[in-house]
T-cell receptor, first 114, second 113 residues
Framework: DQQVKQNSPSLSVQEGRISILNCDYT??????FLWYKKYPAEGPTFLIS?????DKNEDGRFTVFLNKSAKHLSLHIVPSQPGDSAVYFC?????????????FGKGTRLHILP | GAGVSQSPSNKVTEKGKDVELRCDPI?????LYWYRQSLGQGLEFLIY????????KSGLPSDRFSAERTGGSVSTLTIQRTQQEDSAVYLC???????????FGPGTRLTVL
């Protein structure tokens, strides 16, 4: 049973436009959410996070939105750049249950088109 | 500062052989995780260690897989009697607290012929 779902395996976006990557979760105990970015032949790197007390967190071109009632979060990248082409993993964890590990989605491959 | 390191970076082995993959976490990180990423798949959780607690082995796909963490630092993932479906990139990550941001190593690409 997948607790963190990224239903789009891939996404293509024109350079300069907005990229929106979506993520859904099922466990209502999750209260901390993260996005990781992964280039080929490298390990994932942390991109941005959000806790459940907020509904938006912004860092430069990257913004994460959290809709707790819908158990949905999204990552917005604007404007999209060629270097943003990578696989993006959504992840979730529970701070209440300190022993819980981070659960990852299967990832979305983002292609930025020239 | 030093990040998470993994060795070897690439491993080619024959079906039926045993392999050992090593992970050196960031110094002071108490939580250590192993994942694998098969071709076209996402990150599949295998096992994690937190301090001196018993490891969470819930993601290990079979009893051919095992892992140890010695002295709360270096970890070794062992795959016995490797099969072709074990071919994947094996990633190690560490974090200062379970549930916190994880820092990943570069991975070990395992190819079973």
């Amino acid at each position: 049973d997948q607790q963190v779902k990224q239903n789009s395996p891939s996404l293509s976006v024109q350079e300069g436009r907005i990229s929106i990557l979506n993520c859904d979760y099922t466990n209502s105990m999750f209260d901390y959410f993260l996005w990781y970015k992964k280039y080929p032949a490298e390990g994932p790197t942390f991109l941005i996070s959000i806790s459940s007390i907020k509904d938006k967190n912004e860092d430069g071109r990257f913004t994460v939105f959290l809709n707790k009632s819908a158990k949905h979060l999204s990552l917005h990248i604007v404007p999209s750049q060629p270097g943003d082409s990578a696989v993006y993993f959504c992840a979730a964890s529970s701070y209440i249950n300190r022993d819980d590990k981070i659960i990852f989605g299967k990832g979305t491959r983002l292609h930025i088109l020239p | 500062g030093a990040g998470v390191s993994q060795s070897p970076s690439n491993k080619v082995t024959e079906k039926g052989k045993d392999v050992e993959l090593r992970c050196d976490p960031i110094s002071g990180h108490t939580a250590l995780y192993w994942y694998r990423q098969s071709l076209g798949q996402g990150l599949e959780f295998l096992i994690y260690f937190q301090g001196n607690s018993a490891p969470d082995k819930s993601g290990l796909p079979s009893d051919r897989f095992s892992a140890e963490r010695t002295g709360g630092s270096v970890s070794t993932l062992t795959i016995q009697r490797t099969q072709q479906e074990d071919s994947a990139v094996y990633l190690c990550a560490s974090s200062s607290i379970v549930g916190n941001e994880q820092f990943f190593g570069p991975g070990t690409r395992l190819t079973v012929l």
